[in-house]
């Protein structure tokens, strides 16, 4: 039995239709259904993203994992195949949310987490008799997760394939974000030998942690940085601002190889971060949580979100001007999108104020609802300039003058998003001009 895995075209705002350079990592979805499939299959992977898919490739079943914005793509993959008779399941986190819609492109659907059923669809394909959907009745037990196929992947496509994760969920109900639905409201960790195991077999020094909050239970980070200080890798994850309450876990995190962290601040709102769910934000001085992992030689990549119904015109100033004064070593702007699953999804259809259902628009970078406070054109067009005025060679100066010998990596990091964004913004505003 012969098996081809697939990621599709992800629609990124800051991305053309195929990446002309080497992609920051890979998805680590496919070759961690590779590890699941059972050793007599032949099984191959597709990122679309650095390599094509090849629709008459010689194949039993074909398995595509698919975010909201890649579902367009996915349909038109799997219409493909199946008009060729291929067997076809859809899977990931757009499926889930809606899988009566992916049933209309598949033969099977996945729902949730992968392990537990994966090898019974597999079998199932194998004899023909697979069920339109799969869903595990409980949540898995990280455990017993194995360690992807990353020898599956294109080695070379890749800054890293050094992914790796710890742990699964998170206890809080931020109403934009799908992590809740699809993995629960809780968190669930792999056994801290496990993952020092997987990571000491990686050949690359450099290591992303894909978890949704490295420091979310302390005592296990604690325990989990200890034994990674011993390896000597440099790595880079998502954490909460909570971290900041435990002084030894921000030391630990340091000595461990910690040398950047992914933070969703999304609002400088009050109201805005009570309005999301987010309340475990507020009363944060961002300023001073900046400076704390600085002082600890860790770099913040801070994430923001506009469009609340809290936010006004000035919330484009407003946060520029803060992401300059705190120093922000780079800083992720979206355009709040309501993405099938999540609360904000359900609230903005309750209200009646979703515009567009092009699930290839909701990628961060498309109004696809009716802002409260502002015009979608003013929230496109602020949107733009806040890229534009941080992205600029004055602005990426303004804000990371001070870090360039301590955190040399953001240079890197601050080229290769101006890079992106500049192409982007020729793309959609057909002018190149940067804010200066």
């Given at each position: 039995?012969?098996?081809l895995l697939?990621?599709?075209?992800?629609?990124s705002?800051f991305?053309g239709?195929k990446?002309?350079?080497?992609?920051?990592f890979?998805?680590l979805?496919?070759p961690?259904?590779?590890?699941?499939?059972?050793?007599?299959?032949?099984?191959?992977?597709?990122d679309?993203?650095?390599?094509d898919?090849?629709?008459?490739?010689?194949?039993d079943?074909?398995g595509?994992?698919a975010?909201?914005?890649?579902?367009?793509?996915?349909?038109?993959?799997?219409?493909?195949f199946?008009?060729?008779?291929?067997k076809?399941?859809?899977?990931g986190?757009?499926?889930?949310?809606?899988p009566?819609e992916?049933?209309?492109?598949?033969?099977?659907?996945?729902?949730?987490?992968?392990?537990?059923?994966?090898?019974?669809?597999?079998?199932?394909?194998?004899?023909?008799?697979l069920?339109?959907?799969?869903?595990a009745?409980?949540?898995?037990d990280?455990a017993?997760v194995?360690?992807?196929?990353?020898d599956?992947?294109?080695?070379?496509?890749?800054?890293?394939?050094g992914?790796?994760q710890?742990?699964?969920?998170?206890?809080f109900?931020?109403?934009?974000?799908?992590?809740?639905r699809?993995?629960?409201?809780?968190?669930?960790f792999?056994p801290?030998?496990?993952?020092?195991?997987?990571?000491a077999?990686?050949?690359?020094k450099l290591?992303?942690?894909?978890?949704?909050?490295?420091m979310?239970?302390?005592?296990y980070s604690?325990r989990?940085?200890?034994?990674?200080?011993?390896l000597?890798?440099t790595?880079?994850?998502?954490a909460?601002?909570?971290?900041?309450?435990?002084a030894?876990?921000?030391?630990l995190?340091?000595?461990?190889?910690?040398r950047?962290l992914f933070v969703?601040?999304?609002?400088l709102?009050?109201?805005?971060?009570?309005?999301?769910?987010?309340?475990?934000?507020?009363?944060?001085n961002?300023?001073?949580a900046?400076?704390?992992?600085h002082?600890h030689?860790?770099g913040?990549v801070?994430?923001?979100?506009?469009g609340?119904?809290?936010?006004?015109?000035g919330?484009?100033?407003?946060?520029?001007?803060?992401?300059?004064?705190?120093?922000?070593?780079?800083?992720?702007?979206?355009?709040?999108?309501?993405?099938p699953g999540t609360?904000?999804?359900?609230?903005?259809?309750?209200?009646?104020r979703l515009?567009?259902?092009?699930?290839?628009?909701?990628?961060?970078?498309?109004?696809?609802?009716?802002?409260?406070s502002?015009s979608?054109?003013r929230?496109?067009?602020?949107f733009h300039?806040?890229?534009?005025?941080?992205?600029?060679?004055?602005?990426i100066?303004?804000?990371?003058?001070?870090g360039?010998?301590?955190?040399p990596?953001?240079?890197y990091?601050?080229?290769?998003f101006?890079q992106r964004?500049?192409?982007?913004?020729?793309r959609?505003?057909?002018k190149?001009?940067?804010?200066?």
């Open positions: 039995m012969r098996i697939i990621t599709p075209a992800w629609r705002p991305r239709e990446l002309k350079r080497k992609a920051l890979p998805p979805a496919l961690l259904l590779a590890a699941l499939t059972p050793d007599d299959v032949e099984v191959s992977l597709v679309e993203a650095v390599d898919v090849d629709l008459e490739a010689d194949v079943l074909v595509i994992s975010m909201t914005t890649q579902a367009p793509r996915a349909y038109q993959i799997a219409d493909a199946r008009a060729r008779g291929v076809v399941v859809l899977g986190m757009h499926p889930s949310a809606r009566q992916a049933a209309e492109h598949c033969d099977a659907v996945v729902v949730g987490e992968a392990e537990g059923v994966w090898p019974r669809v597999v079998e199932d394909a194998r004899r023909g008799r069920q339109q959907y799969y869903q009745e409980t949540r898995p990280l017993e194995p360690v992807p196929r990353r599956l992947l294109n080695q070379d496509a890749y800054l890293t394939t992914l790796v710890a742990s699964r969920g998170c206890p109900g931020c109403s934009f974000c799908t992590v809740t699809f993995f629960g409201r809780t968190y669930r792999r801290v030998e496990k993952v020092i195991e997987e990571v077999g990686l050949r690359e290591v992303i942690f894909v978890d949704d909050n490295i979310g239970l302390p005592a604690k989990f940085f200890e034994q990674l200080a011993e000597g890798k790595w880079f994850s998502q909460s601002l909570t971290m900041l309450k435990d030894k876990l921000l030391k995190a340091a000595r461990s190889g910690c950047g969703g601040m999304e609002s709102s009050q109201s805005a971060l009570q309005h999301w769910g987010k309340s475990f934000n507020t009363g944060i961002y300023r001073d900046i400076a704390r992992l002082d030689g860790i913040v801070g994430s923001f979100i506009f609340a119904d809290e936010d006004d015109s919330v484009f100033d407003r946060t520029v001007d803060f992401v300059e004064r705190a120093h922000l070593d780079a800083a992720q702007f979206s355009i709040l999108t309501p993405l609360k904000f999804y359900e609230e903005m259809e309750r209200e009646g515009i567009d259902r092009n699930w290839a628009h909701y990628d961060g970078g498309h109004v696809v609802f009716r802002p409260r502002m979608a054109d929230l496109r067009e602020g300039w806040a890229l534009r005025r941080v992205y600029s060679l004055t602005g100066i303004r804000r990371t003058w001070d360039w010998l301590r955190r990596v953001f240079g990091v601050n080229l290769a101006r964004i500049g192409s982007y913004l020729r959609v505003t057909k190149p001009q940067w804010e200066t």
